[in-house]
């Protein structure tokens, strides 16, 4: 038996740049999330590639199947111009995505970007691909890469006039290196995107997690519980240490004092980057006043001395207690 005829009839019968297409972005998607593969300079080489040119080309492949030059109703267009196109529509086409997610609640992160990059341009080479198949055979676009490579040498390198010929290699200069800042930027962690996200919750009755109606005023001996949730944006493997503290306070305003303290709970979480972590911390102050209840987050270990200066984030409840 044939292995190829285990691949499904649509992937089997894609024209070879269309097939080029999906592969480089597999390949992209890949190189950008595998753990060893990212580190190395193949997730930039792919990630230049993928945004500066394959979803232009995706979309200019669906809007114009037939091959250009040779029709005499010049429906088509030449080589050189697809390849113009296919960057100028990447470079249209992929901030605007980023754009739109920023509106989502996604936002704009690498993976959201790749799901949102790889569903477009595959749905493009599939329109490409339905749209190509229903033309003559020799109406159809026949990628000619030596042709291609050709005319545009001759475009940038052989025009007219020497000051011609270096404003296509500046113009070309210029470009490349514009979409790649932007790409660097989109397959590449920002550093100044990496947080933790560390925040309270209570359980309704119906088992909804809600930031609201916390068991704040409670009498003498009633217990209060809260859940601690913990999200992991720091583009990297990471261990927590959240360590809860009972306050006892005396006056009030700016003049609020700390007269005593005790921890009632600690504990360590290690999440994988963008993780989530929850867990139920009770409270029960022992005798009637005003508390405050401390949650301190660090990450890795805490020092001898918790507290809300040396926290690396911090989070509490105001708590009144009565006889």
């Known amino acids: 038996m044939n292995p190829r005829l285990l691949v499904p009839r649509p992937v089997r019968e894609l024209p070879a740049d269309l097939a080029a297409v999906v592969a480089l972005t597999l390949l992209a998607d890949v190189a950008a999330v595998a753990p060893v593969v990212s580190e190395t300079p193949i997730r930039v080489l792919l990630g230049l590639a993928f945004v500066l040119f394959v979803p232009g080309y995706a979309v200019v492949a669906a809007l114009f199947p037939e091959r250009g030059g040779e029709k005499a109703d010049g429906g088509g267009i030449s080589g050189v111009e697809r390849v113009a196109l296919s960057i100028g529509t990447s470079v249209a086409v992929v901030p605007l995505l980023a754009l739109v997610l920023n509106f989502t609640p996604f936002g704009i992160r690498l993976v959201p970007i790749l799901v949102v990059l790889s569903v477009v341009t595959l749905a493009a080479a599939a329109v490409a691909a339905r749209r190509r198949r229903r033309l003559p055979p020799d109406e159809r676009l026949v990628v000619p890469y030596r042709r291609w490579w050709g005319a545009i040498g001759d ?79 720091e583009h ?14 005396e006056g009030g305003g700016n003049d609020t004092t700390v007269v005593g303290e005790r921890r009632i709970d600690r504990f360590e979480v290690t999440l994988e980057h963008n993780g989530t972590a929850r867990r139920n911390v009770t409270y029960a102050p022992r005798e009637p006043g005003r508390y405050r209840a401390v949650f301190l987050l660090y990450r890795g270990e805490p020092p001898q001395d918790p507290s809300i200066d040396n926290a690396y984030l911090e989070t509490h409840l105001w708590l009144n207690v009565t006889r």
């Not at 109606?213 to 809260?226: F, I, K, S």
């Not at 990297?236 to 306070?249: G, S």
């Open 155 to 233: 475009g940038v390198l052989r025009a007219d006039t020497r000051t011609d010929r270096v404003l296509n290699v500046v113009l070309v200069v210029s470009v490349l290196v514009a979409m790649s800042g932007v790409t660097y930027a989109f397959v590449t962690p920002n550093d100044s995107e990496q947080f933790s996200e560390f925040y309270l919750l209570t359980e309704t009755r119906d088992g909804k997690l809600v930031a609201d109606d916390y068991a704040t005023n409670l009498t003498r001996g009633e217990r209060g519980t809260v859940v601690v949730g913990l999200e992991n944006h």
């Open 236 to 249: 990297e493997r990471t261990t927590y240490t959240v360590v809860v503290k009972l306050q006892r306070l």
